[in-house]
């Protein structure tokens, strides 16, 4: 589970608001919890990914408070702590792109690039004041006596000479945006606040040292790396390696690469020597679209292009997240209808890594209010427990209707039928499920369709789905 949302009341509760949930989730199989990033931000408000201090897990008195939005690093260490006795993982997002609201302007020369070609500049060299010294007082040297400035940024987006907006790129001998990233808009290094440049000595030698303190500190089992495709692929094969030589193979990698560009994806994995999984945003994407289409989308087409078709074990499946939501700078919200039609797509076929999205499960606050989906995603997450195993045989014929069967395996007996359908109409798809199984009772753990499916005499059911909706059908 994506264990939080962006709306979030920035209350510092979540981590207990966690720790209170942590064993109605496990009885329903959400095992593996994704935190929010647990490092101090701009403010108490921030929801994380304004990172001001990495050593800072709501232990010092900076940006005003201890307190990060979620709670206090006693409180993170609890939570983890608790997972662990109830043989839960925790992974924790982490932000190497940038830094944000720093404690002192300094004065260093830049150039404006163009926003829309990062490549081409505008106008001359000259002075400008940016937002690049960190200093951490609050935090008085414990943990990393290393202080951030201007060399250690490659571009910031305000010049406090001119008060001006832009995106300002940091000259130096040597330096340049990283080569290795998203080619986006000439070049995508520079993504918000003050850019990190992972290409300096001391930038790199202080994440070495901090990931091994944060790692030891905390216990987590693994990292969520936040915004691939404005870092260095070079750097982070490095710091991968780095991570599987301390922490063993077992620790685990998902990184955030956002982009509707397949090959640009598999060209990151490429260079990271498949070290690592990755979210699968083109599903996001189908599904997105499948919601607006309704029965003008092609079902059969929904896994085309995605990563769980290219790199099924490395494919990290999920339907909306903190970046998707309603009012967030992604916005691609996936239709209410469509939602138990793409978690059956994620939750009961054989490929990918599931996640669940605290806002589809808990529901969001505010203004962008969503209710919670929790009664018939615990159904689902109960049938997937189930009988989300073995073989797997597909029906994708029907355009508007589409089918599967898991056949189970020695340890989990039950089989399951799936179907999903963005018609109007009610439909039914003939399935095998085995002649060993004539005349037994088949129900849809979902409880959208009534009844019951009896298994015919060739070891075939007609199973039925209703209009713009999915059923699950298991003996
Ligand atoms: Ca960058």
């Not at 966690?18 to 929801?47: A, C, M, N, R, Y």
């Not at 700078?329 to 469509?338: G, K, Q």
């Not at 049938?383 to 989300?388: C, E, P, T, Y």
Request: glycine content about 6%; aromatic content about 16%; hydrophobic content about 35%.
């Amino acid at each position: 589970m994506q264990a939080f949302e962006w709306y979030l009341p920035s209350n510092q509760q979540h981590y207990k608001r966690l720790q209170s949930k942590l064993d109605e989730l496990k009885s329903v199989g959400i095992v593996d919890l994704w935190i929010p990033p647990v490092f101090k931000g701009t403010s108490k408000h921030d929801v994380g990914y304004g990172i001001y201090d990495l050593y800072d897990l709501g232990e010092f008195d900076q940006k005003g408070s201890i307190a990060t939005k979620y709670g206090t690093k006693q409180e993170l260490i609890e939570l983890i702590k608790s997972c662990h006795t109830r043989d839960m993982k925790v992974y924790a997002d982490t932000v190497l792109n940038h830094k944000a609201a720093a404690d002192y302007k300094e004065t260093f020369e830049a150039i404006l690039v163009d926003p829309m070609d990062r490549e081409q500049t505008i106008g001359e060299p000259h002075d400008i004041q940016g937002w690049t010294g960190f200093n951490f007082k609050g935090r008085n040297n414990k943990y990393s006596k290393f202080k951030w400035n201007f060399n250690h940024f490659t571009g910031v987006d305000y010049d406090d000479i001119t008060k001006e907006s832009g995106i300002y790129r940091i000259l130096g001998d040597n330096k340049y945006w990283s080569e290795s990233v998203s080619d986006e808009l000439g070049n995508y290094d520079y993504l918000m606040f003050a850019d990190v440049n992972l290409a300096h000595p001391e930038v790199k030698e202080d994440l070495f040292h901090w990931i091994e303190w944060f790692v030891n500190e905390t216990k987590v089992d693994g990292l969520r790396f936040d915004a691939l495709k404005h870092i260095d692929r070079e750097f982070m094969k490095e710091f991968i390696d780095h991570c599987l030589n301390l922490f063993g193979d077992s620790f685990y990698r998902v990184g955030e690469y956002w982009s509707g560009n397949e090959e640009a994806k598999l060209k990151y994995l490429d260079a990271l020597d498949y070290n690592m999984d990755l979210f699968d945003v083109i599903l996001h994407y189908n599904f997105y679209e499948a919601s607006h289409q309704k029965e003008n989308y092609d079902l059969r087409t929904i896994l085309d292009n995605t990563l769980v078709m290219n790199h099924p074990t490395l494919a990290v499946t999920f339907v909306d997240n903190h970046d998707s939501q309603r009012g967030q700078a992604l916005e691609s919200w996936v239709e209410s209808w469509f939602k138990p039609l793409a978690y059956t797509l994620i939750l009961m076929r054989e490929e990918g890594y599931p996640c669940v999205f605290w806002g589809d499960y808990y529901g969001i606050e505010g203004e962008f209010s969503y209710p919670a989906q929790k009664e018939w995603l615990d159904r689902m997450l109960k049938a997937r427990q189930k009988a989300s195993y073995g073989d797997q045989d597909d029906y994708f014929d029907n355009p508007h209707c589409i089918g599967w069967v898991r056949h189970g395996n020695e340890k989990h007996l039950t089989k399951s039928a799936s179907l999903i359908n963005n018609s109007d109409d009610s439909q039914i798809l003939r399935m095998f499920i085995g002649t060993d199984f004539v005349g037994t009772i088949f129900k849809d753990a979902l409880e959208f369709s009534e009844g019951e499916v009896i298994i015919d005499e060739e070891g075939y059911g007609d199973f039925r789905v209703n209009a713009q909706s999915a059923s699950i059908w298991l003996n």
